[in-house]
Every structure is written in C-alpha cells, then in structure tokens.
C-alpha cells in the first residue's frame, strides 16, 4: 500500500500562482508514475498532468499546458504540481495518484489522495 498525503491547496486571485505537493509513503519501494488530477461537482475527476517514475516522461492535459509543470522527488518520495496564470476554471479539488501498473497515471490509478482544494478568484 502506498498512501499519499496532499498538501498546497487555497485561495488565489486570477493570474497568481501556487504550488500543490504529494507526499508518498508505505510501500514506496516500487517505481511507480505519479500524477495530478482534479473534480468540480457534479463532474468526471479530469487528468491534469502525469510523470513517470525515472522523471523523463511528463504529460499534461491541453487545458493547463505552458502554466502547469509537474516535477518529482524520488529521494523524498514527493510530486509537485507549480500552478501558474491560474483561472477561476481551474478551481477544483486537486487530487494525487501513483500507479505501479504504467509509465503515467489514468483515473484506474491504484493510489489516490484525500485531494486538496483550489480557489481561484476572478
């Protein structure tokens, strides 16, 4: 079992930035993909970006490219997601994934985080 504790989540105006952190532990010994998704009410959790175990692979949805980067940390066992030119359609709640099965996450990912809100207002 891997368990996955978000952090980084709040409130921001149009235009500003944050930055989310996932925090892997347990049975962190595999490689696995690590990756970022996010829900609004009422709607399907979206993939937002992806990267595979070694660093070298990242996917991004075409919504957040050019202002999301994702980035890993092997040797603390962390992902993060560097939020910039944030929109009021990027409020969500942001959810960390990791899957041992494949070089990037989907929404059949094995691990999930209990997510982490994000606000931004117009």
């Known amino acids: 079992q891997v368990q996955l504790v978000e952090s980084g989540g709040g409130l921001v105006q149009a235009g500003g930035s944050l930055r989310l952190s996932c925090a892997a532990s347990g049975r962190t010994g595999n490689s696995y993909a690590m990756g970022w998704f996010r829900q609004t009410p009422g709607k399907e959790r979206e993939f937002v970006a992806g990267i595979d175990w070694v660093g070298s692979n990242t996917r991004y949805a075409d919504s957040v490219k050019g202002r999301f980067t994702i980035s890993r940390d092997n040797a603390k066992n962390t992902v993060a997601l560097q939020m910039n030119s944030l929109k009021p359609e990027d409020t969500a709640v942001y959810y960390c994934?990791?899957?041992?099965?494949?070089?990037?996450?989907?929404?059949?990912?094995?691990?999930w985080g209990q997510g982490t809100q994000v606000t931004v207002s117009s």
């Open positions: 994934a990791a899957d041992t099965r494949g070089p990037i996450v989907s929404r059949e990912a094995e691990y």
